[in-house]
């Protein structure tokens, strides 16, 4: 990938601090892109701390501030919930976000923001049972039932970029994801998602090891320093505010997903699957093959390569910073 284009163009990275917003900032200053990444509630790693600069986007003027003087703004802000977070409180996190979203689009307009790339997600799509594509997206199906909130949101927050698009022509790159995993995930028991906390549970030598749902769930796990060079690509070649997905694009089932935790942790326990707790939806896997078209095929991590560096990073004193 060819990336002469970020030299010396000013890089905001907005949600630095969270696993996508860390593993970008650690490759822009890989890149010596001259970059700002931003933190609110959780402090950035020590080793970057320097490249960091607390704002609240739930305030207008923190979003003109922050992004006044960039070329390029990395969107990555949403405040994130587990399915048990989403059960409880299935809206909690919608009304900050479209603040958020809505109030750094205005910003970026305002401020002559050259190219801007920010993360939609996979909730966007209603219930498949294949690998389901850009142009596959049917709104007038609701996204499923756990996601109506957050999906619609995102629905709102695509059209949106489209139309800052196409009426102030602010270059917009929109990436729709999978289930993101990797260093610097969150292994909170409150707010973690699957990979971690089977993780953090499976190094605790957790006995029975009960996993919620009854194992045939299927999902689509990406990678997140695959996910950054993604974004990359986007942000040099596909700011056109039309959708594009990028994920692994390989289906794996939560039963073969805890296997391969369970062996990479050495945890020898036969686990223990309970339908009558909350899953997410059967089927969610992403088409990856308008993005191979566009972007060019993106190495990919294997599923058992990614889950060993994250457990590696875990045990670290990397985590603990």
Same mark, same amino acid.
């Given at each position: 990938?060819?990336?002469?284009?970020?030299?010396?163009?000013?890089?905001? $990275?907005?949600?630095?601090?969270?696993? /996508?917003?860390?593993? /970008?900032?650690? #490759?822009?200053?890989? /890149?010596?892109?001259?970059? &700002? @990444?931003? %933190?609110?509630?959780?402090?950035?790693?020590?080793? *970057?701390?320097?490249?960091?600069?607390?704002?609240?986007?739930?305030?207008? =003027?923190?979003?003109?501030?922050?992004?006044?003087?960039?070329?390029?703004?990395?969107?990555?802000?949403?405040?994130?919930?587990?399915?048990?977070?989403?059960?409880?409180?299935?809206?909690?996190?919608?009304?900050?976000?479209? &603040?958020?979203?809505?109030?750094?689009?205005?910003?970026?307009?305002?401020?002559?923001?050259?190219?801007?790339?920010?993360? @939609?997600?996979?909730?966007?799509?209603?219930?498949?049972?294949?690998?389901?594509?850009?142009?596959?997206?049917?709104?007038?199906?609701?996204?499923?039932?756990?996601?109506?909130?957050?999906?619609?949101?995102?629905?709102?927050?695509?059209?949106?970029?489209?139309?800052?698009?196409?009426?102030?022509? *602010?270059?917009?790159?929109?990436? #729709?994801?999978?289930?993101?995993?990797?260093?610097?995930?969150?292994?909170?028991?409150?707010?973690?998602?699957?990979?971690?906390?089977?993780?953090?549970?499976? *190094?605790?030598? =957790?006995?029975?090891?009960?996993?919620?749902?009854?194992? #045939?769930?299927?999902?689509?796990?990406?990678?997140?320093? !695959?996910?950054?060079?993604?974004?990359?690509?986007?942000?040099?070649?596909?700011?056109?505010?039309?959708?594009?997905?990028?994920?692994?694009?390989?289906?794996?089932?939560? &039963?073969? *997903? $805890?296997?391969?935790?369970?062996?990479?942790?050495?945890?020898?326990?036969?686990?223990?699957?309970?339908?009558?707790?909350?899953?997410?939806?059967? %089927?969610?896997? /992403? !088409?990856?093959?308008?993005?191979?078209?566009?972007?060019?095929?993106?190495?990919?991590? @294997?599923?058992?390569?990614?889950?060993?560096?994250?457990?590696?990073?875990?045990?670290? !004193?990397? @985590?603990?910073?």
């Amino acid at each position: 990938m060819n990336l002469d284009s970020m030299t010396g163009r000013n890089v905001l $990275v907005a949600g630095g601090a969270g696993l /996508l917003g860390i593993s /970008l900032t650690k #490759r822009l200053v890989s /890149l010596e892109a001259p970059v &700002k @990444s931003t %933190y609110f509630h959780r402090k950035p790693p020590e080793q *970057l701390r320097r490249y960091f600069h607390r704002y609240d986007f739930t305030r207008f =003027e923190d979003c003109l501030a922050a992004t006044k003087g960039q070329d390029y703004v990395i969107m990555s802000v949403a405040q994130g919930s587990g399915v048990s977070g989403m059960q409880q409180s299935p809206a909690v996190t919608i009304p900050p976000d479209l &603040k958020i979203y809505a109030g750094l689009l205005e910003a970026c307009a305002q401020n002559k923001v050259e190219k801007v790339v920010w993360i @939609s997600s996979s909730t966007v799509y209603q219930e498949a049972s294949y690998p389901i594509r850009e142009d596959q997206l049917d709104l007038n199906q609701s996204p499923y039932e756990l996601y109506q909130g957050v999906g619609w949101m995102n629905r709102y927050l695509e059209q949106l970029a489209l139309a800052y698009y196409k009426e102030y022509g *602010l270059q917009i790159g929109t990436i #729709r994801t999978a289930n993101i995993y990797g260093p610097y995930d969150r292994f909170d028991d409150q707010v973690s998602h699957v990979i971690p906390a089977l993780i953090k549970r499976a *190094l605790c030598k =957790e006995n029975p090891f009960v996993v919620w749902g009854d194992g #045939r769930t299927v999902r689509d796990f990406v990678y997140v320093e !695959d996910l950054v060079e993604g974004v990359l690509m986007v942000l040099n070649e596909n700011c056109t505010a039309d959708p594009i997905n990028i994920s692994n694009g390989t289906p794996i089932s939560i &039963k073969d *997903l $805890v296997d391969v935790v369970l062996d990479i942790c050495d945890h020898h326990v036969s686990p223990q699957y309970d339908p009558d707790m909350p899953s997410a939806v059967p %089927y969610r896997v /992403l !088409d990856n093959t308008k993005a191979n078209a566009l972007l060019g095929r993106i190495e990919k991590t @294997s599923l058992r390569e990614g889950i060993r560096r994250t457990v590696e990073w875990y045990t670290s !004193d990397l @985590s603990r910073e």
